[in-house]
């Protein structure tokens, strides 16, 4: 069975970079019909994209978040990772990882997700 | 890339039909055929149940349904059930990038 784990630290301070991991387990990460995303919710409100990364390594962000994001992939741990620079307590939320069906334009996989807090 | 607009709550009684619409302000939402709708309960992950506008996958209750027209995506809920009580995102892909509904919180009365 297949399985998303995010991990990373809880809390972050203000202007420092968030950085989370999401292990796949149960497949092999490196396989070209996937692409993985990262994507939040902050407390009582909706979802947001952030962006995605193909194993091959190509990546696309969300255009409002594009100039602190960093996804990268790690094939021989099976781990994808995000960082995202200069948080302000508008980045508190939970944190998901995500797999894109393959051959569909849908996300079929979900991490539990990962509460991070910016704050000092 | 189109920004998409939900209501923000509905509900219904158990046994019943309802509809949450998710609407395109703009740009290629209209042509889009991979939309998606996402069933979330409290505390958990985010749930497909529809994809590519009309599709259920493997699992799902059949009383899901989904349509479009034009640049409004709807998602029906049939013979309405306690469970079904949760938040509802609808989403597309375009251009590269994805984006979410704001959400509909279902209420079943």
Request: net charge positive; with cysteine; hydrophobic share 30%.
């Amino acid at each position: 069975q297949v399985q998303l784990q995010e991990s990373g630290p809880g809390l972050v301070k203000p202007s420092q970079t968030l950085s989370l991991t999401c292990t796949v387990s149960g497949d092999s990460i490196n396989n070209n019909n996937y692409y993985w995303s990262w994507i939040r919710q902050p407390a009582g409100k909706g979802l947001e994209w952030i962006g995605r990364i193909y194993t091959r390594g190509s990546t696309n962000y969300n255009p409002s978040l594009k100039s602190r994001v960093t996804i990268s992939v790690d094939t021989s741990k099976n781990q994808f990772f995000l960082e995202l620079s200069s948080v302000t307590a508008a980045d508190t939320a939970v944190y998901y990882c995500a797999r894109k069906s393959p051959g569909y334009w849908y996300f079929d996989l979900w991490g539990r997700g990962t509460l991070v807090t910016v704050s000092s | 890339q189109s920004a998409l607009t939900q209501p923000a709550s509905v509900s219904g009684s158990p046994g019943q039909s309802i509809t949450i619409s998710c609407t395109g302000i703009s740009g290629d939402f209209g042509s889009s055929k991979f939309v998606s709708w996402f069933q979330q309960h409290p505390g958990k992950a985010p749930k497909v149940m529809i994809y590519d506008v009309s599709n259920r996958p493997s699992g799902v209750s059949n009383r899901f349904s989904g349509s479009k027209s034009g640049n409004t995506a709807s998602l029906t809920i049939s013979g309405l059930q306690a469970d079904d009580e949760a938040d509802y995102y609808c989403s597309y892909t375009g251009s590269n990038t994805w984006v979410f509904g704001g959400g509909t919180k279902l209420t079943v009365l």
